[in-house]
């Protein structure tokens, strides 16, 4: 298995620029959740997503959009991009269920600079 | 808002010593978790303790939440230089499956 992984690992836009950060997992994992981490900070929730078809808003949603149109894929989507956007960005998923861990399971990151 | 703030935010000790580090929350939860994070990679899971429970084991990890405090402790024994990196709390609420991670602290173990 595979476990989380993230495209692209790096990217450097220019403000007002749009891009799409892909996450996926082969673990047929019902949760999904994008993350940013800042420097010297623990990581904020950006959306998550509790099953295919479904998103939610975290804690520091303005300026992303997210699709979860297969259950495998969770897309993290910038309109136009800011400064203040510059992270890194990370993915997690986890098991359904209240007898499963609730432990999450990380991608190993984007790093994305905005200039 | 960071829900977990830890304690401290950097500690340095030697190969073969204890390392203590500390989290506290602010709202109810369901349970509590302790992440690894080394140095530009992603967050790794350790240990996972539930609202219900006092301490936890794992390994060289002893977790003890204290919920009339709010707080919880991770204790490293017998750390090895391989321990190096930041590590974080995360609490999941009770009403949804999200997590909300603390600043967290950098370890560093000097061989």
């Known amino acids: 298995n595979a476990g989380v992984t993230q495209t692209p690992k790096f990217r450097v836009l220019k403000t007002g620029q749009s891009m799409t950060l892909l996450c996926a997992q082969d673990?047929?994992?019902?949760?999904m959740y994008w993350y940013r981490q800042d420097p010297g900070m623990g990581l904020r929730l950006i959306h998550y997503?509790?099953?295919?078809?479904?998103?939610a808003k975290g804690e520091v949603p303005d300026g992303y959009n997210v699709s979860r149109l297969k259950k495998q894929n969770f897309l993290l989507g910038l309109e136009s991009a800011a400064p203040s956007q510059t992270s890194v960005y990370f993915c997690?998923?986890?098991?359904?269920?209240?007898?499963?861990?609730?432990?999450?399971?990380f991608g190993p990151g984007t790093r994305l600079t905005v200039t | 808002s960071q829900q977990g703030e830890e304690d401290p935010q950097a500690l340095s000790i030697q190969e073969g010593e204890n390392a203590t580090m500390n989290c506290s929350y602010k709202?109810?939860?369901?349970?509590l978790q302790w992440y690894r994070q080394n140095s530009g990679r992603g967050l790794v899971h350790l240990i996972l303790?539930?609202?219900?429970?006092r301490e936890k084991h794992s390994g060289r990890l002893r977790v003890t939440l204290d919920t009339s405090k709010k707080s919880s402790s991770l204790l490293i024994t017998a750390s090895r230089a391989a321990d190096t990196a930041s590590y974080f709390c995360?609490?999941?609420?009770?009403?949804?499956?999200?997590?909300?991670f603390g600043s967290g602290t950098r370890l560093q173990v000097q061989p």
């Open positions: 995360a609490t999941m609420d009770t009403g949804r499956r999200a997590l909300t």
């Open positions: 997503s509790v099953g295919e078809g479904t998103t």
């Open positions: 673990m047929n994992h019902e949760y």
């Open positions: 303790i539930r609202s219900n429970e």
């Open positions: 709202t109810s939860i369901n349970n």
């Open positions: 997690a998923s986890s098991p359904p269920g209240l007898a499963a861990s609730y432990e999450q399971y």
